[in-house]
């Protein structure tokens, strides 16, 4: 069976998948985890990849980037393909003093300026939230790690020009992080009646430029993350 964006067969993805926006670190996440990972589709450089990560099945595949391009695989996931939960993995910019790079959000919620989720309900301001479950699975993972916050993200339509006063404003409402997916999955999940969870890398900060991290360090700080949504992912 093919979906306009996957091709694989049903059975071919496990009932978890973790998703990382980038398909080169997708296959990088399959070689590290799942020893015995097949890839099981490929459209458009889209790789799909399913093993055992611990004894258990796990599948891992991207989403490319924007809360469109999430939305089209993570709606096949939950419809085609028997996908249960998806984590997304991925990285989101500081945007509060309270966090810095290298820290993990764990994503309680996300706001969004993007109108995707308005048809979920017409006339209410749906609220796009966690997979409790999930959330409290990441949370127990990371123990006493100071570094993993738990808070509300913004995912925004556009990479650049954040405008400096929503940032303060978004701050000063206690949201931590701005990437560009989590609301879109968190409002599939809902509609589908699935779950979702997202767990994001501090790689950068928009109050202070000059503390971006190295390519180094933002792979071995996705390190926390990748544990995290495992956990998660397996719980
Ligand atoms: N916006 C701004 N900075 C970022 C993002 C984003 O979506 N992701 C990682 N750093």
Known sequence: ?????????????????????????????????????????????????????????????????????????????????GVERIIRVGTCGGLSPDVEPGDVVVAIGAHTDSSLNDALC??????????????????????????????????????????PEQVQRLAELGTLGVEMEAAALYGLAAQLHKEALAVLTVSDHLLDPSKDMSAEDRETKFQTALSLAVAAALS
């Open 122 to 163: 017409p006339g209410i301001h749906f609220s796009a939230t966690a997979s409790w479950n999930l959330l409290k699975a990441a949370v127990d993972a990371a123990g006493d790690d100071a570094s993993v916050k738990v808070a509300p993200v913004v995912s925004r339509d556009r990479f650049y020009d954040n405008p």
């Open 1 to 81: 069976m093919s979906t306009p964006h996957i091709s694989a067969e049903p059975g071919d993805f496990a009932p978890a998948v973790l998703m990382p926006g980038d398909p080169r670190r997708a296959e990088r996440m399959a070689a590290q985890l799942m020893p015995d990972a097949r890839k099981v589709t490929d459209v458009r450089g889209i790789g799909g990849y399913t093993g055992t990560y611990q004894g258990k099945p796990l599948s891992i595949m991207a989403s490319g980037m924007g809360q469109p391009s999430l939305s089209i695989y993570a709606t096949e996931l939950y419809r085609f393909f």
